[in-house]
């Protein structure tokens, strides 16, 4: 989204994909915290898919692969999903549902 860029604040990213109608994806372990999140998603029907990076390990390419081999399958989950969704790709490509 053009108005978004680093620093920016979770809440004004949300406001932000919900008026193009985008998903979220992202690595920004920030918004594992999808219950804080929770009434601004449903207000503004935004859904968004977090890579779970572990704990002190980060490997880009990591993130690259999961996408990319599981790319199909994620898209399938997208539109088949409810606004609002959140789901979390593991980097073994697992793509699990994140609950409210």
Known sequence: VDS???????ESIIEAFS?????IITHDQD??????YKPLLIQHR???????VPKG??????????FINK???LKEKLSL???PFAFEVTKQGHINPLSF
């Open 31 to 36: 918004f594992k915290r999808v219950k804080h």
């Open 46 to 52: 935004v859904g968004y898919v977090i890579f779970r």
């Open 81 to 83: 999903a409810d606004h």
């Open 57 to 66: 390990v980060y490997h880009y390419w990591d993130i690259v692969k999961a």
């Open 4 to 10: 978004c860029g680093y620093g920016i604040d979770d």
């Open 19 to 23: 008026q193009k109608n985008a998903v």
């Open 71 to 73: 790319w199909e399958e």
